[in-house]
């Protein structure tokens, strides 16, 4: 459901030495005085330790916050290669794309150029919180992870791994691999010093991964106090096929993880499209997430995921880029398309009840873009929404920026005054209307400001 509060103050904590620091104090809506509301809050506070970001005199109602994007899935590393699939399926788009791309980003000028660019990227498209794939090397992973510390956006930095059915110019041994996995755990928990950036175990997939390194990352999982794991599950049929001729043992592909004991509630599993209802049921008891990647699942045609038949078994999705299987940034323009690709389930669903169910409306697509990822995350508690307590982590959206590209002409600024009654009363139905229209058409110019953690990161 959709919250909207207006004329609200919010008041952020940003004094670096407190353990406040970042988190929202207190909101409070329908405020007549925003400076008021902060001495009230705090009467030991004095105007000077009070910086006001005042947005009241955009009295055209096409300005507001909104929690930060979160992206679960995205590969830092392929992003040369956004728009570039041709007509590729997983496995040949693997092969001829994606290995060689990520095989030359151990240049660390080339991985300098690619990372820095593909966060501020990210960060100009509202994203605040992004769980990144880089690739098998760990000096360039490690450099990810103070690009992202200086540039000020909250990241999951996973260190690719990959041991097995791989090229050779792009593989490690199992005993490499987790040396090196190591190496970076141990300077983004102990070196970089930002709790803001996080390590995340990454095995790739099954396929290029023995049970005896992802036994070995579970387990560093788990010595390390339940660090967050990410891989990919489900995305292509041949694919699954492979994975049913790899572990023959497995009694699916999703148990190929759980046997190794992968999944816990800090396991995020991208894709998720071919499941049968015993590994839903196997994914919600243990309590990871799915990130749902729709226009990478467009894109190299693996299929439509069934978010509906997700959420309604109580598994935390969001929403992830997938770049380069994806081809944008924008995690906008993925919820866009996870609403339409609900849609095309619709249109396929046999149950004529159930078609209207299967749609995901606008609400709920941005729930999934910002609380929704966030509790995929196992960070709901903390990312996702305005609440006392959690991180501001906020984008600034303008629908009529300069240069935006979307037009809510003839009503906003018509001088006729029966357009502007059906747009004013009654206000929230207004609102809704104005948010849809933002949602269809709108883009990284309506992001005026992203600040994550309460400190300025973007501006337009
Ligand atoms: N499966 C294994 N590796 C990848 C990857 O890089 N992208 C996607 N979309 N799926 C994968
Ligand atoms: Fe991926």
Request: proline share 3%.
């Amino acid at each position: 459901r959709l919250r909207i509060r207006f004329n609200t103050a919010v008041g952020v904590c940003t004094d670096e030495s407190s353990n406040k620091n970042g988190k929202i104090e207190f909101i409070k809506e329908n405020s007549e005085n925003p400076l008021d509301d902060v001495k009230n809050f705090d009467p030991s506070l004095t105007y000077s330790d009070i910086a006001i970001i005042d947005y009241t005199h955009a009295t055209h109602s096409s300005v507001f916050f909104l929690p930060g994007f979160v992206d679960t899935h995205i590969h830092a590393s392929q992003y040369p290669n956004v728009g570039i699939f041709g007509n590729s399926t997983l496995l040949d788009w693997l092969q001829t794309y994606t290995f060689p791309l990520e095989a030359s980003l151990q240049d660390l000028d080339m991985a300098q150029l690619v990372y820095e660019r593909i966060v501020r990227r990210t960060l100009a498209n509202g994203t605040t919180t992004a769980a990144y794939y880089t690739t098998i090397d760990a000096a360039s992973t490690k450099l990810m992870g103070r690009i992202c510390s200086e540039l000020g956006q909250r990241a999951l930095v996973g260190k690719v791994c990959m041991d097995a059915c791989s090229p050779e110019y792009y593989v490690e041994s199992t005993k490499e691999s987790l040396r090196s996995c190591e190496e970076v755990l141990n300077f983004l928990q102990d070196e970089l010093n930002d709790p803001k950036i996080l390590p995340v175990l990454t095995p790739r997939f099954a396929p290029s991964c023995s049970r005896e390194l992802m036994k070995g990352l579970a387990a560093e999982s788990r010595s390390r106090g339940s660090l967050h794991i990410q891989t990919h599950l489900s995305e292509n049929e041949s694919e699954v096929d492979w994975v049913k001729s790899l572990f023959p043992e497995c009694k699916s592909y999703t148990d190929v993880y759980d046997s190794c004991g992968l999944l816990h509630n800090k396991t995020i599993l991208a894709h998720c499209i071919h499941l049968s209802d015993e590994e839903a049921r196997t994914i919600q008891k243990r309590g990871s997430g799915i990130s749902h990647c729709p226009i990478s699942n467009t894109s190299i045609t693996s299929g439509e995921c069934r978010v509906r038949w997700l959420l309604d078994q109580g598994i935390d999705v969001g929403l992830g880029t997938d770049v380069s299987g994806g081809h944008t940034c924008s995690i906008l323009a993925c919820a866009r398309q996870a609403l339409l690709v609900s849609r095309h389930l619709a249109m396929k669903e046999k149950e004529e009840q159930n078609k209207e169910r299967v749609k995901l409306t606008v609400a709920e697509a941005l729930y999934l873009a910002t609380l929704g990822g966030s509790r995929a995350l196992d960070m709901g508690e903390s990312l996702g929404s305005f609440e006392v307590g959690k991180q501001f982590d906020t984008q600034l959206v303008d629908v009529e920026s300069q240069g935006s590209n979307v037009d809510v002409f003839p009503w906003q600024h018509s001088s006729l005054p029966a357009m502007k009654l059906t747009l004013h009363t009654p206000p929230l139905i207004a609102q809704e209307n104005l948010l849809a229209k933002w949602f269809f058409n709108g883009d990284d110019r309506n992001v005026v400001r992203v600040w994550v953690g309460g400190k300025l990161s973007h501006t337009l």
